[in-house]
Nanobody, 127 residues
Framework: QVQLVESGGGLVQAGGSLRLSCVVS????????MAWFRQAPGKGREFVAG????????GYGDPVKGRFTISRDIAKNTLDLQMNSLKPEDTAIYYC????????????????????WGQGTQVTVSS
């Protein structure tokens, strides 16, 4: 059974940085695409970043392009999200998500394409 557990959230001032991690247990990254989503208070869940299971394809939501970087550590079996130049509008609960897929360069910005979800970690950016 796959489990995704996020960590690294917290309170940071605008302009600061945070690094989120998602530990994947129960499987490896092989044939497992992953992504980060976020949900701000009163809003729907929004795509942040995604990565294919071969690591060769990745992408970002428009609000975070140029500020956030998705990466993975195969040895530690973690998916990371480096967040720089944080803004108050980045305040949200951040979730990692994954799904098994054969296509090596696939990821999706649609949340309904992912079958596995973590519990989320809160990120709060003060102005």
């Amino acid at each position: 059974q796959v489990q995704l557990v996020e960590s690294g959230g917290g309170l940071v001032q605008a302009g600061g940085s945070l690094r989120l991690s998602c530990v994947v247990s129960g499987r490896t990254f092989s044939r497992y695409a992953m992504a980060w989503f976020r949900q701000a208070p009163g809003k729907g869940r929004e795509f942040v970043a995604g990565m294919s299971w071969n690591g060769g394809n990745s992408g970002y939501g428009d609000p975070v392009k140029g500020r956030f970087t998705i990466s993975r550590d195969i040895a530690k079996n973690t998916l990371d999200l480096q967040m720089n130049s944080l803004k108050p509008e980045d305040t949200a609960i951040y979730y990692c998500a994954g799904r098994t897929i054969v296509l090596s360069d696939w990821y999706s910005s649609a949340q309904n394409q992912y079958t596995d979800w973590g519990q989320g970690t809160q990120v709060t950016v003060s102005s």
